[in-house]
């Protein structure tokens, strides 16, 4: 069974920045698309960014498109996602989670993925 840590969240000032990490428990990861998604408090899980199994693509919602980075380290079965630019309405629960389709592409949506971290929260401050 695959499990995903999330770890980097925190309280930041808008305007800020933030990189969060997602390590995986195992090695075959690295050939799984990731995705970050977000939930804030009475709104439903949000798509939030995508990655290819090697990391030669990059999906990204229109709400942080331009201020987000999604990458990843294979060697340490990790993907990072950096935050810049941070707003007040960026403030949720994050969420990584891991596609089992080898070799697949960057997804949006929440059904495709079958692994799912505990989630890391995240405070934007006015």
């Known amino acids: 069974q695959v499990q995903l840590v999330e770890s980097g969240g925190g309280l930041v000032q808008a305007g800020g920045s933030l990189r969060l990490s997602c390590a995986a428990s195992?090695?075959?990861?690295?050939?799984?698309?990731m995705g970050w998604f977000r939930q804030a408090p009475g709104k439903e899980r949000e798509f939030v960014a995508a990655?290819?199994?090697?990391?030669?693509?990059?999906y990204y919602s229109d709400s942080v498109k331009g201020r987000f980075t999604i990458f990843r380290d294979s060697a340490k079965n990790t993907v990072y996602l950096q935050m810049n630019s941070l707003r007040p309405e960026d403030t949720a629960v994050y969420y990584c989670?891991?596609?089992?389709?080898?070799?697949?592409?960057?997804?949006?949506?929440?059904?495709?993925?079958?692994?799912w971290g505990r989630g890391t929260q995240v405070t934007v401050s006015s």
């Open positions: 989670a891991a596609d089992r389709l080898r070799y697949g592409g960057a997804e949006s949506r929440a059904e495709a993925y079958d692994y």
């Open positions: 990655i290819n199994w090697n990391g030669t693509s990059t």
């Open positions: 195992q090695r075959t990861v690295s050939d799984y698309p």
